[in-house]
């Protein structure tokens, strides 16, 4: 954690340059994608009986995967912050999610990856959730990005004429005026939702059947149009797969575990089809990883991801989620799998305790770039563990509380080798309904992940194992929030307006960009108040 040191960024240069993968074959590609609250057993290579993912497990199949893979927080907007910095919410300001009211975002001082590589020279694209901020400066087109499409939040924040599978389900938006609304809890039925190319409404509300195709056909063409550039690029594809469905083929499946095998198909064939389009523009010049932002969302029950083994039974004994939001390994050990044919092994696994922290600084190094100055991360450049030169990562990786008890994005939970020690537990819903109590830790509760994998039998306090280490999780805990406190830190704003809500026509009901049934009408930026916003 922090800057790295001048001696080892000596010795790292030696080794890269003995390989010379960048030297000897230029600058990379690099795709990102990011699945939505995908569940570590949602992928067959990880969990046998996942069965709807062949072609992910022909990816890992064909790379490297890794099975001690962490989000950097357990919730949407923190998670993807920390992925676009190399940072945690305690340093970017990002420690809870943004609303579609919110004026702020990711705070304008952070440098983003999509910068730092534009800036190497690099074409910068996004496509998919966002969720960083839609307002001002805020939005993707102004965060280094040269090409934004996609939603500027989760798939579920706005009404739409084709609503995804939910629980509880959410009517469809509005069509003729207020006698029609139907309001339902936890359910958006007044704003639809918004489709932004750069920086223009082009639907509103998106047909969500077909935002999957959409956003591979768009994928592809940005692909296509960069290798036509001559110039090295960078994808960011964050899918909407698996938040909540997005709906599936008729005839429906006959449950709703069906519906999320259904849509984790849908997901998988979108991966297998970007991975055979960047093997096309190149096989060998492009670094494919893909990972996920958080665990699975319990509340959802059916709808939600597979945990494998990472069930957190001390916290289930006692009620309440030990998935997303929490800072058991359900909520932020995350499938995770990296193909670069002729430079990274085929069929290896990797051990090595890594984050999606480390996205940042290894793309930076293999794209030949600098860190920004003047601030301090906490992901690694793991490259050596990509080539198979090492399986050692992390010794102290720090799970920020992202929405269950304690405050957010304070750091709750600590990892020290496979000891795990946990400060705070409890606070986030379970499919049940119940919510476990807030409990607070002092001395911490402390689990052996080699042998408790589940999270069920804290080591005893009086046992000589707890005893011995204690000391260096004391240490390790105090020396973490010392060099947060003393560093470069930012503040988010997360101030809410009604004018910033992403809306192309107000006079619409639910800011229909045009009347059901024709084509999608583009941002009118002179007759809309709220559009104004977005235009800039």
Not at 280 to 297: A, C, M, R, V, Y
Not at 379 to 395: E, R, Y
Not at 416 to 442: N, P, R, V, W
Request: proline share 8%; glycine share 10%; net charge negative.
């Amino acid at each position: 954690m922090g800057t790295p040191s001048p001696w080892a960024v000596l010795v790292l240069a030696v080794l890269l340059g003995l390989s010379a993968p960048r030297a000897a074959y230029g600058q990379p590609n690099f795709i990102v994608i990011l699945a939505d609250d995908v569940g570590w057993g949602d992928l067959g290579a990880n969990w046998a009986e996942t069965k709807e993912t062949p072609h992910l497990d022909e990816l890992a199949a064909e790379g490297m995967r890794f099975v001690d893979f962490h989000s950097a927080a357990s919730t949407c907007s923190p998670s993807r912050a920390s992925l676009l910095t190399g940072r945690l919410g305690a340093r970017n300001g990002v420690t809870h999610n943004f609303a579609i009211m919110s004026v702020g975002g990711l705070p304008l001082n952070e440098t983003t990856l999509a910068e730092v590589l534009r800036e190497a020279g690099y074409s910068t694209g996004a496509i998919g959730k966002w969720h960083l901020g839609h307002h001002g400066r805020h939005h993707p087109s102004f965060r280094g990005f040269d090409y934004y499409f996609g939603i500027p939040y989760s798939h579920d924040m706005g009404c739409t004429d084709t609503p995804g599978y939910n629980l509880p389900p959410c009517p469809p938006c509005p069509r003729h005026g207020t006698a029609a609304r139907v309001a339902r809890k936890d359910c958006y039925t007044e704003v639809a939702l918004p489709l932004f190319e750069n920086v223009t409404i082009v639907q509103q509300p998106v047909n969500l059947s077909s935002l999957a195709a959409r956003y591979a056909e768009e994928a592809v063409r940005f692909i296509q149009r960069a290798s036509d550039s001559g110039r090295p690029f960078f994808l960011y594809l964050a899918l909407a797969h698996m938040h909540v469905p997005l709906g599936v083929p008729p005839p429906p499946p006959a449950s709703s575990r069906a519906i999320y095998g259904a849509s984790l198909r849908e997901m998988d064939a979108l991966v297998g089809q970007i991975k055979r389009v960047a093997d096309s523009h190149g096989k060998g010049n492009t670094l494919l990883w893909f990972t996920g932002d958080n665990g699975p969302w319990a509340q959802k029950c059916e709808l939600a991801g597979h945990l494998g083994p990472f069930v957190g039974a001390w916290q289930r004994q006692r009620g309440g989620s030990s998935a997303k939001q929490t800072t058991w390994e359900g909520g932020h050990r995350v499938p995770a799998l990296a193909y670069w044919p002729g430079r990274i092994p085929a069929k290896q696994t990797s051990h090595a305790l890594l984050s999606t922290l480390d996205v940042f600084p290894t793309l930076v190094a293999l794209a030949g770039a600098v860190l920004p100055p003047n601030r301090r991360f906490d992901g690694l450049d793991v490259s050596p563990v990509l080539f198979g030169w090492s399986d050692v990562g992390h010794k102290v990786l720090l799970h920020p509380n992202s929405g269950a008890a304690g405050k957010d994005g304070e750091i709750e939970t600590l990892r020290l080798a496979q000891y795990k020690a946990f400060y705070t537990t409890g606070g986030a819903m379970a499919c049940d309904g119940s919510i476990g109590s807030a409990e607070h830790h002092q001395p911490p509760l402390i689990f052996n992940l080699d042998h408790d994998i589940q999270e069920q039998e804290p080591l005893d306090v009086a046992s000589r194992e707890y005893q011995a280490v204690l000391p260096a999780i004391s240490r390790a805990y105090a020396q973490a929030l010392e060099d947060i406190a003393t560093d470069n830190v930012s503040v988010a704003d997360y101030s809410k307006d009604p004018a910033a809500t992403p809306c192309c026509n107000a006079q619409h009901v639910a800011c229909r960009c045009q009347a059901p049934g024709s084509h999608a009408a583009v941002l009118d930026c002179h007759t809309e108040v709220r559009a104004m916003q977005l235009c800039l």
